[in-house]
Each structure stands twice: as C-alpha cells, then as structure tokens.
C-alpha cells in the first residue's frame, strides 16, 4: 500500500525515506509527532512537550532507532 504524502513533510535519512507530521491527539490535548518510513517497516509515535522523553516505535526495520534522528538521543528514549 503506498504511504500518503499530502500535506505531509519528508525526510531523508542514511539514504531512507521518512514522512512525518504533527497531529493533535484524539482522546487528550496532546499533540503527536508521526514519522514512519516509506515502506512502512518503521514507525514513531512520540507526544511532544511531555516531560519524559517517551516514544512508540513499531514496525520490522532493525536498527530503525540508529537511522532517525529527533534530538531525542541521550535523553532516555525507550521503546515500547
């Protein structure tokens, strides 16, 4: 299935292709940084202004962690 691009940002990363985008969350006034590969083997969910830097990462992609970088690294990212 292709990976909706529309109103959506790319990002290009070790020669990969990311998409990302801010959406505010359904069930809280969060707001939820998406970024997810093109083939969809790697994906990010993370709440933006939280005050532990969390994040959902999902997906078969080995090493995806190493190849996206959000200015999270050495602040305790933890996958779920």
Do not use: C
């Amino acid at each position: 299935m292709a990976v909706a691009t529309k109103k959506r940002r790319r990002l290009i990363r070790e020669g990969r292709l990311f998409i990302w985008y801010v959406l505010p969350d359904e069930d809280s006034t969060d707001r939820i940084l998406h970024v997810f590969s093109d083939d969809k083997r790697f994906m990010v969910h993370y709440v933006l202004g939280q005050d532990e830097s969390r994040a959902l990462v999902a997906g078969r992609a080995s090493g995806a962690l190493r190849l996206i970088s959000m200015g999270l690294s050495g602040r305790g990212v933890s996958a779920a």
